[in-house]
């Protein structure tokens, strides 16, 4: 079972600069680029040495070829300018444009002869299939793991990581800065009409695995002030995604429903025996997220929460 939960939250998360003068938003994420940044850089010290809970990797050089098999790492790869260095994603790796080209691998069922065949010097991982982790530096390829993120402040740190890893360190802190101004202008926009409000984010509609407050998602409607309905559900694996089930989500009764898409819109939430009762439906307060942008904790998660902020902020 907590295996299955933990692939339901996987998935969630595998399957971000022009302001705005009135409001101060910025209506993209961080420009990713391929080219070395136009911001001054500090000369990287190698070999840099990363602790990830215990096991060390150590990057020798600055690496050139980099298979970064997860699109959030891809993402952040390019916006950070490193991402002309990396040679592969995964299969759902299509953002920025430039990516959308590359040799694709299959991390959920990671093949670790086609990966050696791509020649990286450093393969970047979401999750550690069958042991690939192991398999990888036993043939002498350095692997970073960065499970999904937890918070803004673990997506935060990633980025820094990356940009510690590939001597882009400066660009990395950039990247940062403009998420974390990005977040605080997306709140102040929403102006606290937010607060107080319930509300439900559907990602997975078969099961009703579902982000709480301690999850990455769930952050996010947490500092716009939404109260989350999944955050009194048990979460018997303390995984962030707790189950519900309909009843649960009718009886809770959200103000607000956010859905990830998957084949599912408002229209088909609708029509689920019993959910019309619900007051998000009933007054129109169901809105459809771009499945990528709900899936990634990738610079661009900026975009997603002003996509809530706004919404909120109109209903309102």
Not at 194 to 221: C, K, M, Q, W
Not at 260 to 276: I, N, Q, T, V
Request: hydrophobic residues 45%.
């Amino acid at each position: 079972m907590r295996r299955l939960i933990l692939l339901v939250a996987g998935l969630a998360l595998v399957a971000a600069a022009c302001s705005d003068a009135a409001t101060g938003r910025s209506t993209t994420a961080p420009t990713p680029s391929t080219t070395a940044s136009s911001v001054a850089t500090e000369t990287p010290a190698y070999p840099v040495t990363i602790d990830q809970g215990g096991r060390t990797v150590e990057i020798a050089a600055a690496p050139e070829r980099i298979a970064a098999l997860s699109a959030t790492h891809v993402e952040m790869l390019f916006a950070i300018g490193a991402g002309d260095r990396v040679v592969a994603g995964d299969l759902y790796t299509n953002y920025p444009e430039a990516a959308a080209d590359l040799p694709k691998i299959d991390s959920f069922d990671l093949n670790v002869e086609a990966v050696v065949e791509l020649d990286p010097d450093l393969v970047i991982l979401s999750f550690d299939p069958g042991g690939a982790v192991d398999a990888l530096a036993a043939v002498g390829i350095p692997t970073l793991l960065f499970p999904g993120a937890a918070s803004l402040a673990d997506a935060y740190e990633q980025v820094r990581t990356l940009g510690r890893v590939t001597g882009n360190t400066e660009e990395a802190r950039s990247t940062v800065a403009d998420m974390q101004q990005n977040v605080l202008a997306a709140v102040d926009s929403a102006g606290g009409s937010a607060i107080g409000a319930s509300v439900y984010h559907e990602t997975d509609p078969i099961s009703f695995y579902t982000p709480n407050s301690n999850s990455f998602i769930g952050e996010l409607y947490a500092i716009l002030g939404l109260v989350n309905i999944a955050d009194a559900a048990a979460d018997e694996f303390g995984s962030g995604f707790p189950q519900l089930s309909p009843e649960y989500i009718i009886d809770a009764d959200p103000e607000f429903i956010f859905m990830a898409g998957f084949g599912e819109d408002p229209d088909s939430l609708a029509a689920r025996p019993g959910w019309d009762t619900i007051t998000a439906v009933r007054e129109g307060r169901v809105f459809l997220l771009d499945t990528d942008l709900a899936s990634r904790w990738s610079p661009r998660i900026t975009e997603l929460l002003w996509t809530i902020a706004d919404a909120v902020r109109a209903a309102n």
